[in-house]
């Protein structure tokens, strides 16, 4: 694929747009060959653009950018080089407003494009969000490894009557509560804790039982969590803080890491949970192998017949 090709490929994605989220190059879904490094999306009349290891012909690359902006609804393009240390983000074209987000089916979350880190949204995670606010109405819900506090404030549009946010970073928590007031949604049912989940567990079990329970870790995050090792310390404890109908959303975003690796876990630490469906992902996500991609897997607590 030439980076024409990209052009064409971008015009024709650029089609349906509107002031909601889109990705208009999902190269890391490895099914453009030469490109698993690129990301495009759109954003109302922003192009963010991510680079994950250097790209040689990246002068071009930019001015093919530009020159696709100048006939769409964009007037600026933030690039970000995740392949330099700290992940710096660079304004190419245009300017940014101070007071920056994003929109999805309706739903607003505060965006910070400049950021060396990320930019707090995750957009693969659309599908999972909407599925916790059609499944929020009048339950109490446990929203683990919250970050920004994007599936709490889905489940408060969804009819939530309690969320509870837990996540280390008392900076991310602080971002949710402005993701909340960007929603209009009073705050005095939802709680943020800063907690360090695998150590705080008498804490969350106090507050429980809870009726939806989310589980949306980091693959690895030094110091504080490991896929492989410390997932079963959750799932192992899950029976004790779930009401007896409560339903599960179990995320894993490794690609190293099938859905059968959370299956095996629920089969063998919490078995009164049966799995009922794993979420499809966002179409412009697609990934030439699905098990090295998102994975959104929903369990539903049943009792136990004797």
Same mark, same amino acid.
């Given at each position: 694929?030439?980076?024409?090709?990209?052009?064409?490929h971008l015009e024709e994605n650029s089609k349906d747009l509107s002031?909601?989220?889109?990705?208009l190059f999902h190269g890391r879904g490895e099914l453009y060959k030469?490109?698993?490094?690129?990301?495009?999306?759109?954003?109302?009349?922003?192009?963010?653009?991510?680079?994950?290891?250097?790209?040689?012909?990246?002068?071009?690359?930019?001015e093919m950018l530009k020159s696709f902006v100048a006939s769409s609804?964009?007037?600026?393009?933030?690039?970000?080089?995740?392949?330099?240390?700290?992940?710096?983000?660079?304004?190419?074209?245009?300017?940014?407003?101070?007071?920056?987000?994003?929109? &999805?089916?309706?739903?607003?979350?505060?965006?910070? #494009? !400049?950021?060396? *880190? =990320? $930019?707090?949204?995750?957009?693969?995670?659309?599908?999972?969000?909407?599925?916790?606010?059609?499944?929020?109405?009048?339950?109490?819900?446990?929203?683990?490894?919250?970050?920004?506090?994007?599936?709490?404030?889905?489940?408060?549009?969804?009819?939530?009557?309690?969320?509870?946010?837990?996540?280390?970073?008392?900076?991310?928590?602080?971002?949710?509560?402005?993701?909340?007031?960007?929603?209009?949604?009073?705050?005095?049912?939802?709680?943020?804790?800063?907690?360090?989940?695998?150590?705080?567990?008498?804490?969350?079990?106090?507050?429980?039982?809870?009726?939806?329970?989310?589980?949306?870790?980091?693959?690895?995050?030094?110091?504080?969590?490991?896929?492989?090792?410390?997932?079963?310390?959750?799932?192992?404890?899950? &029976?004790?803080?779930?009401?007896?109908?409560?339903? #599960? !959303?179990?995320? *894993? =975003? $490794?690609?190293?890491?099938?859905?059968?690796?959370?299956?095996?876990?629920?089969?063998?630490?919490?078995?009164?949970?049966?799995?009922?469906?794993?979420?499809?992902?966002?179409?412009?996500?697609?990934?030439?192998?699905?098990?090295?991609?998102?994975?959104?897997?929903?369990?539903?607590?049943?009792?136990?017949?004797?």
């Amino acid at each position: 694929m030439t980076i024409s090709d990209i052009q064409k490929h971008l015009e024709e994605n650029s089609k349906d747009l509107s002031t909601e989220f889109k990705r208009l190059f999902h190269g890391r879904g490895e099914l453009y060959k030469g490109w698993k490094h690129l990301s495009v999306d759109s954003i109302d009349d922003i192009l963010s653009v991510a680079l994950y290891f250097e790209e040689e012909n990246e002068v071009e690359l930019i001015e093919m950018l530009k020159s696709f902006v100048a006939s769409s609804r964009h007037k600026t393009i933030v690039l970000q080089r995740r392949y330099i240390k700290g992940s710096p983000s660079e304004l190419i074209v245009g300017e940014l407003a101070d007071d920056l987000f994003v929109v &999805e089916n309706g739903m607003k979350i505060k965006l910070n #494009l !400049l950021s060396n *880190l =990320n $930019s707090g949204y995750f957009p693969d995670m659309k599908n999972g969000r909407e599925f916790v606010k059609a499944n929020s109405k009048d339950k109490s819900v446990l929203n683990l490894f919250s970050y920004t506090c994007a599936f709490s404030v889905a489940a408060m549009l969804g009819g939530a009557y309690k969320v509870f946010n837990i996540d280390m970073s008392k900076s991310a928590l602080s971002t949710g509560r402005t993701n909340h007031h960007l929603n209009d949604i009073d705050t005095k049912s939802v709680s943020f804790f800063s907690y360090n989940i695998l150590k705080s567990f008498s804490s969350i079990k106090r507050k429980g039982p809870y009726d939806l329970i989310i589980i949306d870790p980091p693959t690895f995050q030094k110091g504080s969590f490991e896929a492989t090792k410390d997932y079963r310390k959750l799932i192992n404890k899950l &029976e004790q803080i779930a009401s007896e109908d409560c339903t #599960l !959303l179990a995320c *894993l =975003n $490794s690609p190293d890491l099938e859905a059968e690796f959370i299956k095996e876990l629920i089969k063998e630490l919490a078995p009164s949970f049966m799995f009922i469906k794993r979420l499809e992902n966002v179409e412009e996500f697609q990934s030439e192998d699905e098990e090295r991609s998102l994975k959104n897997l929903v369990f539903q607590r049943s009792k136990i017949i004797v």
